[in-house]
């Protein structure tokens, strides 16, 4: 069983910063594309952010110039820095793990974010 371990959630005030992190296996992390997909109450969980093995990014439009994802190898590790946050963007957040050709995904437990004053 691949375990996704995700931190870093919570409240915090609009116009606030908030940093996610998530510690995937060796086995796996540098192999898989990692991502970070966001889903608010009643809606359909979607895509905010995305990064391959080799560093190329991929944005939701609604979160890019605020949201940065960046991955740490040596430490199994991918994070999104999200700054200028709004109250639509309270959600909660899971990390995934995609293998290549998408023939196993993963997913994090989810870590609540909140935005609100």
């Known amino acids: 069983q691949v375990q996704l371990v995700e931190s870093g959630g919570g409240l915090v005030q609009p116009g606030g910063s908030l940093r996610l992190s998530c510690t995937a296996p060796?086995?796996?992390?540098?192999?898989?594309?990692m991502g970070w997909y966001c889903q608010a109450p009643g809606k359909q969980r979607e895509l905010a952010a995305s990064i391959t093995t080799s560093g190329s990014t991929n944005y939701a439009d609604s979160v890019k110039g605020r949201f940065t994802i960046s991955r740490d190898n040596a430490k199994n590790t991918v994070y999104l820095q999200m700054d200028s946050l709004k109250p639509e963007d309270t959600a909660v957040y899971y990390c995934n793990a995609v293998a290549p050709g998408g023939i196993y995904t993963y997913w994090g437990q989810g870590t609540q974010v909140t935005v609100s004053s």
């Open positions: 060796g086995t796996i992390f540098g192999l898989y594309t």
